[in-house]
């Protein structure tokens, strides 16, 4: 599913009204009718709705539905507006709604926290992907009173108001909803923080807009569909040659674990041979969790430029390298890093102390960089912008350096300047050290059954998220471990073959 800004949503409402025909009054029928079959599977005739709209056509989405609830026999409903400059479906949908017989509009006076108090549902349309600036003050006192409601749910329709539609971030305050109809496609602002979380659940209702006009986004959401299609084959008629040769250069004597999780990531995911080297022995550790492991120690605390030729039958060999968990950051090893980089053509996942190299190194789009939070800021190195969850630097660092990027973050970016896609899966039992190092090792592995990067890292998103959330369902985020993450994979991989 694409991802729109509030820009690109706005075209396709102008495309579907000027090319095709379906004007913005169809299109907001449609927006109420698909809100109105949302409240009414969770509501009944009793339930007392309270519709606090603004002047705008989300305020317009919401006398449209006050009016189809109206009109079916719902008669607790109530209407606060807010503002003064109406638009033209709002002025249209107003009168309509009158000559339907409706006339409980309430005023914003001393009563309004009490009519707040007692409504069982509030609809939200204040402002939708319209919002301008900081909320004026008087937007501001509404909106907190409505989230200060102690019972009762709050659905917001497009998005809840307050939350900017291109970044998730908060003008002021914003509603916290219960719940999300928005319509056509996802905005940005719903799956990035905070706007994610106030969004509650989302519930995208497609409306008439035609799918190819959607296309004009070049960022996508990830999901299961997707990774269903991208998931690499396994021919029958296949042998472990077939599913690629997976080259592991991490750890140090200052951090073993790291290099282990990497290697059984890759393991897991399918990867016909998997090779980890690391400076210092581990080997009990990595033959405990997955003997089929090939390991090798060079016997010493950590790499150096001198070790590129006793490795280099492997680097030629290897389908896709891994260089980086656990590593340590001494000049000699980043020359080592350096060394397999400039000794490899094929795809490189170049991941944590290895990402320290990266101003040294020369990307090409094969490699690719997985930087959490604080080594973007780290590489990027610039404190004149925010850094995290921001698409847009992320796309123009990863153009600008020729690279795929995976930064990750509880919603991850990943994107080669040209294409974005976002990945929100997962939750807080990955926020622990070492689910970074897994997955890398799942890149990895996916590369070298024939993945392109960007591929490879989608999929290994996605599925490490979704298994971090079916074993926390049963172990819960705090106790859930990358390790249990890397045993449970097969849940998450069987949840997409089998749907
Ligand atoms: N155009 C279309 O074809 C469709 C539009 N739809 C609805 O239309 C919405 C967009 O409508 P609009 O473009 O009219 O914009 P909105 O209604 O989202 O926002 C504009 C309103 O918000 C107020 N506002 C903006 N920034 C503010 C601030 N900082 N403080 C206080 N008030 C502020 C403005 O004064 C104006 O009244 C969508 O979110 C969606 O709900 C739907 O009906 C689907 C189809
Ligand atoms: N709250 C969260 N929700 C979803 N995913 C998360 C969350 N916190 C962390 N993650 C994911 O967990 C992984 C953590 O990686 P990283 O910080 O590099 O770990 P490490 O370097 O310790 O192995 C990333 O894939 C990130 O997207
Ligand atoms: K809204």
Do not use: W
Request: proline fraction near 3%.
């Amino acid at each position: 599913m694409h991802i729109l800004t509030a820009d690109e949503m706005k075209k396709i409402d102008d495309s579907t009204s000027k090319e095709y025909g379906i004007t913005s009054e169809v299109l907001m029928e449609q927006a109420a009718i698909s809100i109105y079959n949302e409240i009414t599977k969770n509501f009944n005739k009793n339930t007392h709705f309270l519709f606090v709209l603004g002047t705008g056509n989300n305020g317009g989405d919401g006398l449209a539905t006050a009016r189809l609830l109206y009109n079916e026999g719902y008669k607790n409903i109530k209407i606060a507006i807010i503002g003064k400059n109406q638009s033209e479906l709002f002025k249209k949908q107003l009168k309509t709604i009158k000559k339907f017989g409706f006339d409980n509009f309430i005023e914003i006076n001393d009563d309004f926290k009490n009519h707040v108090s007692v409504a069982d549902c509030i609809v939200d349309g204040l402002i939708g992907i319209g919002l301008k600036g900081e909320l004026k003050k008087e937007m501001l006192e509404i909106i907190n009173i409505i989230n200060s409601k102690k019972r009762g749910k709050i659905i917001s329709i497009d998005i809840p108001s307050g939350i900017d539609a291109n970044t998730g971030k908060v003008f002021g305050n914003a509603i916290k909803a219960d719940k999300t109809i928005t319509f056509g496609s996802y905005k940005l602002g719903h799956i990035f923080f905070p706007g994610r979380e106030y969004s509650g659940s989302i519930i995208v209702a497609p409306l008439s807009f035609p799918k190819k006009l959607f296309s004009i986004s070049h960022r996508e959401l990830v999901t299961r569909d997707m990774i269903k299609k991208l998931l690499p084959k396994r021919p029958k008629f296949s042998q472990k040659y077939d599913f690629g040769n997976v080259l592991i250069l991490a750890g140090s004597a200052e951090f073993p674990g790291a290099s282990v999780l990497s290697a059984i990531g890759a393991q897991k995911i399918g990867a016909g041979l998997v090779r980890l080297i690391t400076p210092c022995s581990l080997s009990s550790s990595v033959l405990e969790h997955e003997p089929g492991i090939i390991y090798k120690s060079l016997n010493k605390d950590k790499f150096s430029l001198r070790d590129i030729d006793v490795i280099s039958k492997n680097i030629k060999k290897a389908s896709v390298i891994v260089i980086g968990p656990g590593l340590g950051r001494s000049n000699e090893t980043m020359q080592f890093v350096r060394g397999v980089v400039e000794n490899s053509k094929g795809p490189i996942v170049v991941d944590a102390d290895a990402l320290y190299a990266v101003d040294a190194l020369t990307l090409r789009k094969n490699i690719v960089l997985t930087p959490h939070v604080g080594e973007m800021q780290r590489i990027v190195r610039t404190d004149e912008i925010e850094i995290r969850q921001n698409y847009e630097y992320t796309e123009y660092f990863a153009k600008n350096k020729k690279a795929t990027i995976v930064f990750k973050d509880a919603t991850t970016i990943i994107t080669n300047g040209e294409k974005t896609y976002f990945n929100i899966t997962g939750n807080t039992a990955l926020s622990k050290g070492g689910s970074g190092d897994l997955l890398t090792g799942i890149i990895a592995g996916l590369i070298a059954q024939g993945l392109d990067v960007m591929k490879a890292s989608i999929i290994a998103s996605y599925l490490s998220g979704r298994t971090a959330e079916i074993v926390s369902s049963e172990k819960s985020e705090y106790y859930s471990t990358p390790l249990d993450i890397a045993k449970n994979l097969y849940r998450a991989l069987l949840e997409v073959m089998n749907d």
